[in-house]
T-cell receptor
Framework: AQSVAQPEDQVNVAEGNPLTVKCTYSVSGNPYLFWYVQYPNRGLQFLLKYITGDNLVKGSYGFEAEFNKSQTSFHLKKPSALVSDSALYFCAVRDMRGGSYIPTFGRGTSLIVHP | EAGVAQSPRYKIIEKRQSVAFWCNPI?????LYWYQQILGQGPKLLIQ????????DSQLPKDRFSAERLKGVDSTLKIQPAKLEDSAVYLC??????????????FGPGTRLTVL
């Protein structure tokens, strides 16, 4: 069965510093990986996805993620954090089940960027 | 384009009562998803529709939860009867294609259910 782990409940970083939010996955087939962000009282918003190709994926709001097959990881990164990046971040994987690609989400990581 | 609409935004009920949530996906989106997000956890897929057919409902507690998408557009999710552990945010999402691996999901704001 597919699964996603986000080992950190919370990540704290100072504004202007680089940030990393970690995600590891387990799938039976090829990994199809996603990052979403959730602001308070709002629905999840898509940031980026890895399907195939270049291991470094660029997404919205200056975020990027690095796919590492040997470490089964898909960490989210940003070179310079903003206070407005403070939110809840979810990693997700889609795997084939019953003929369709079914999504599974991690438990989320709260990112807090300090001024 | 208009986003995914959900109503109500908040609902408080007592256990053993019934409740229904409504979702209107982005126009033209073939695939619709219902998720349950319990506080402190990630969204858990309850049911996935493609048009008006069910693609996956393996995690839907079918003894009390039901969902329909009769005309392949909007959808309702019902809980009957509700339990305390059903307290959660219920998210609806839609995507434009067949629910394939490259599909991007667009989420609604969610309905926060509190069961007393």
């Amino acid at each position: 069965a597919q699964s996603v782990a986000q080992p950190e409940d919370q990540v704290n970083v100072a504004e202007g510093n680089p940030l990393t939010v970690k995600c590891t996955y387990s799938v039976s087939g090829n990994p199809y990986l996603f990052w979403y962000v959730q602001y308070p009282n709002r629905g999840l918003q898509f940031l980026l996805k890895y399907i195939t190709g270049d291991n470094l994926v660029k997404g919205s709001y200056g975020f990027e993620a690095e796919f590492n097959k040997s470490q089964t990881s898909f960490h989210l990164k940003k070179p310079s954090a903003l206070v407005s990046d403070s939110a809840l971040y979810f990693c997700a994987v889609r795997d084939m089940r019953g003929g369709s690609y079914i999504p599974t989400f991690g438990r989320g990581t709260s990112l807090i960027v300090h001024p | 384009e208009a986003g995914v609409a959900q109503s109500p935004r908040y609902k408080i009920i007592e256990k053993r009562q019934s409740v229904a949530f409504w979702c209107n996906p982005i126009s033209g989106h073939a695939t619709l998803y219902w998720y349950q997000q319990i506080l402190g956890q990630g969204p858990k897929l309850l049911i996935q529709f493609q048009n008006n057919g069910v693609v996956d409902d393996s995690q839907l507690p079918k003894d009390r939860f039901s969902a329909e998408r009769l005309k392949g557009v909007d959808s309702t999710l019902k809980i009957q009867p509700a339990k305390l552990e059903d307290s959660a945010v219920y998210l609806c999402a839609s995507s434009s294609h067949s629910g394939g691996v490259t599909d991007t999901q667009y989420f609604g704001p969610g309905t926060r259910l509190t069961v007393l």
